[in-house]
């Protein structure tokens, strides 16, 4: 990658896994408490030639969830319901990394319609939120077994990107992340941007992880909105 990533903290520690020819594209993905490494492995597994994979690695705060311990997190975590108060400013400044990141790589010839924003759990809910509130128009957004943060804060907090495309996918006995908060933000989303671009796939037995069929639909998606040019 060219630039210089010191000026990007989030890169400073990211992992990259290149595409296998002229790279035309970027996805940046973001993991639960961010297992850079794992998410990069199953990324591998359903990359695109000219797409590159950018995993930043979540910095190590204390997470109240967890009794105030100190871990990787990308903004504190109170609890996992739509009543729990939430890190306002921990997620503001956690998006702001990401469209620090999202320049960088405008900058490096990969302009902000060609990148797409994607997670797990925190790390899609973070996206979504990076994503809806970006002056960019990107060219979608993955999020698997997450939630919208700040909700109450939309649409008048969006930028106003109606066209941004939305993959929700979620397990229907997810425990962590119930399934119902899945569909609660799918129907707030269509009231943010245009209704027919949020697609919700649910996936019956599936607890709060991924499986096969799930990231066979990302891979689909990711080449529908990231073509080959």
């Known amino acids: 990658m060219c630039g210089n990533n010191m000026s990007v903290p989030l890169l400073a520690e990211a992992v990259t896994v290149s595409g296998t020819e002229k790279e035309t594209a970027a996805v940046t993905a973001f993991s639960l408490f961010s297992?850079?490494?794992g998410w990069a492995d199953t990324l591998t597994a359903i990359r695109l030639p000219y797409v590159k994979f950018i995993c930043p690695h979540?910095?190590?705060i204390p997470v109240t969830l967890n009794m105030k311990m100190t871990m990787p997190a990308w903004f504190d975590l109170m609890g996992l319901s739509p009543?729990?108060?939430?890190d306002e400013s921990?997620?503001?400044?956690?998006?702001?990394?990401?469209?620090a990141l999202i320049e960088h790589e405008a900058k490096n010839g990969i302009p902000p319609n060609r990148i797409?924003?994607?997670?797990f759990s925190q790390?899609?809910?973070l996206s979504l939120y990076t994503a809806l509130t970006c002056q960019h128009q990107l060219a979608g957004v993955v999020a698997l077994s997450c939630w919208l943060p700040l909700h109450k804060s939309f649409p008048l907090a969006s930028s106003g990107n109606k066209n941004l495309?939305?993959?929700?996918?979620?397990g229907e006995m997810d425990h962590m992340i119930p399934v119902q908060f899945g569909a609660m933000t799918s129907e707030k989303l269509k009231v943010i941007v245009?209704?027919?671009?949020?697609?919700?796939?649910?996936y019956p037995g599936l607890v709060h992880s991924s499986c096969p069929q799930e990231m066979a639909a990302v891979k689909e998606f990711i080449g529908k909105h990231l073509p080959r040019i």
């Open 35 to 37: 297992v850079r490494h």
């Open 58 to 60: 979540a910095p190590k």
């Open 83 to 86: 009543d729990f108060p939430e």
């Open 90 to 99: 921990g997620i503001k400044k956690a998006a702001e990394n990401i469209k």
């Open 116 to 119: 797409m924003l994607g997670g």
């Open 123 to 125: 790390g899609g809910a």
């Open 165 to 170: 495309p939305i993959l929700q996918c979620h």
């Open 194 to 202: 245009n209704p027919d671009n949020v697609t919700l796939k649910t």
